[in-house]
């Protein structure tokens, strides 16, 4: 049920004949789970809350760096040396009162993911390393949840949405961790501080789009964007069954591929 003052604060997003007091409704009932705060994470974060999601959770541990003032757009100078997850709860409660918020200063790892994941009804992948990434992946298709997945460097991105509804999934592209030395992250190759906007956004319509039921849903196929070039393309997928049977997670799989490791406090 929306409060009045909430029937207020929608009213743009109401009017959308496809979306609705009804749509507006499963809206606020939702749980989401972000994993992590930052060049994807803040945008995703900022507009499921001005959105309206009912419940946002979310996990970084990670502090505020000077180096990603640039891209993640929650963050700003007075914030620098400060845990990630806790300024980003204090700003999202200013954001938005009325959606509810749970913050992890903690890492994703095969000891809390399943537990964390069960609580929420989608789960959109918002880390920059592969790790995080397979890990989300596989508790997604034990747990049978759907990830709304991302990556983005330079002046490029993709966006997927796996395991929905029985649709391809992450290791249905690339069955087996790249290794980090073999693919640059932003870190080393740089990006561009719009482009995680851009895709973190999309990520945010495609979550939109599964809670209220419009729409075409970016399953079985990734969109790659190329913003230099202005070129987009969606490259369609099929699920592999022979990669589908995910029953447990492999601990030392995810940790074999650790990245390459900074000072971290």
Do not use: W
Request: charged residues 20%; proline residues 3%; hydrophobic residues 40%.
């Amino acid at each position: 049920m929306l409060k009045n003052s909430e029937l207020q604060r929608y009213t743009r997003q109401i009017r959308i004949k496809d979306i609705g007091i009804q749509g507006q409704t499963k809206i606020k009932n939702a749980k989401v789970f972000v994993v992590g705060a930052g060049g994807l994470g803040c945008p995703i974060l900022i507009y499921l809350a001005s959105m309206g999601v009912g419940e946002i959770g979310f996990i970084d541990n990670d502090f505020v760096d000077e180096t990603n003032l640039h891209r993640q757009i929650l963050f700003s100078q007075n914030d620098l040396n400060e845990p990630k997850a806790e300024v980003a709860y204090k700003k999202l409660k200013v954001i938005n009162p009325y959606c509810k918020y749970k913050a992890y200063f903690d890492k994703l790892d095969c000891k809390n993911v399943i537990e964390i994941f069960s609580k929420y009804d989608i789960i959109v992948e918002a880390s920059d390393n592969f790790s995080t990434k397979y890990l989300s992946n596989d508790a997604c298709v034990i747990l049978n949840k759907p990830l709304v997945y991302a990556s983005a460097n330079s002046f490029m991105g993709q966006v997927a949405v796996f395991n929905y509804k029985g649709s391809a999934t992450l290791r249905c592209i690339f069955p087996k961790i790249p290794n980090p030395l073999e693919v640059p992250t932003c870190s080393q190759t740089g990006v561009l501080g719009s482009i995680p906007g851009i895709i973190g956004n999309i990520q945010a319509t495609e979550v939109i789009k599964i809670i209220t039921g419009i729409g075409e849903i970016l399953s079985n196929g990734i969109l790659c964007c190329d913003f230099l070039k202005n070129e987009f393309f969606v490259f369609n997928l099929k699920r592999n069954i022979k990669l589908e049977n995910i029953t447990e997670l492999k601990e030392n799989e995810y940790n074999n591929h650790c990245e390459i490791k900074s000072e971290i406090k």
